[in-house]
């Protein structure tokens, strides 16, 4: 059976736009069953409907983490889903919900972690002078941008480089690793040893 795949948004979806192309195209390992949004307004849901995709929105104001985290969660199994996809998600998930996807969330940032995880990591990032920088993808836990690493692409960064100039062309990386390692992951490819991810075949 496909395997099923849910994407959490709060915004302009290009990350989602990439995971649509390759499901297109037949090379993602699976199908994106539903998006959901915490921000009714994301262009991300317009790039979703267009795909024919069923979308979801709930808003997070006014309620508890928790609460708000549980109904999500509702939503993702009532669509059955095999993996979780964050993609420009501007929010931390509970524990709990966590727990209830062990292993199952996927999350891509703008930056070579463990450098420079949070917002705005391109601007950290350029700021901080590195001549190289790039884009991760990697499991989800407990903590700020810290789960097992699937898969990384480096970046240089030029001299004439501005924080949005750098910021683009570590995008083009995120479009190119994250479909790649949502299959890796859908296939089974990827194997944990203590925080090492171990990818058998070919990336
Ligand atoms: C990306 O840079 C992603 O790495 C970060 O948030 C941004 C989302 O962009 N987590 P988009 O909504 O996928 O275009």
């Known amino acids: 059976m496909a395997k099923r795949i849910g994407v959490l948004i709060s915004g302009r979806g290009s990350n989602l736009q990439a995971l649509i192309d390759a499901a297109r195209g037949g090379t993602l390992g699976g199908d994106i069953v539903v998006v959901v949004s915490n921000v009714e307004t ?8 267009s795909a024919g995709i069923p979308t979801v929105f709930r808003d997070h104001r006014g309620r508890h983490r928790e609460d708000y985290d549980r109904d999500l969660e509702a939503v993702l199994v009532e669509h059955q889903v095999d993996l979780v996809c964050l993609a420009g998600y501007m929010r931390l998930l509970s524990p709990g919900f ?6 199952r969330v996927v999350n891509v940032h703008p930056s070579l972690l463990p450098a420079f995880p949070g917002l705005d990591a391109q601007r950290q990032a350029w700021s901080h002078g ?15 941008d810290s789960g097992p690493i699937v898969l990384q692409e480096a970046v240089r960064v030029e001299d004439d480089d501005t924080p949005e100039t ?3 062309r570590i995008l083009e990386a995120e479009h190119r690793i994250y479909p790649k ?19 058998s075949g070919n990336a």
């Open 130 to 144: 590195v001549k190289v920088s790039g884009a991760t993808v990697h499991l989800v836990d407990e903590a700020l």
């Open 42 to 49: 994301a262009p991300g849901l317009d790039r979703a409907r």
């Open 181 to 199: 390692a949502v299959r890796l992951l859908l296939e089974g490819r990827c194997h944990i040893d203590d925080r090492r991810v171990i990818v």
């Open 166 to 168: 750098l910021a683009a």
């Open 98 to 103: 966590i727990q209830a996807f062990a292993g």
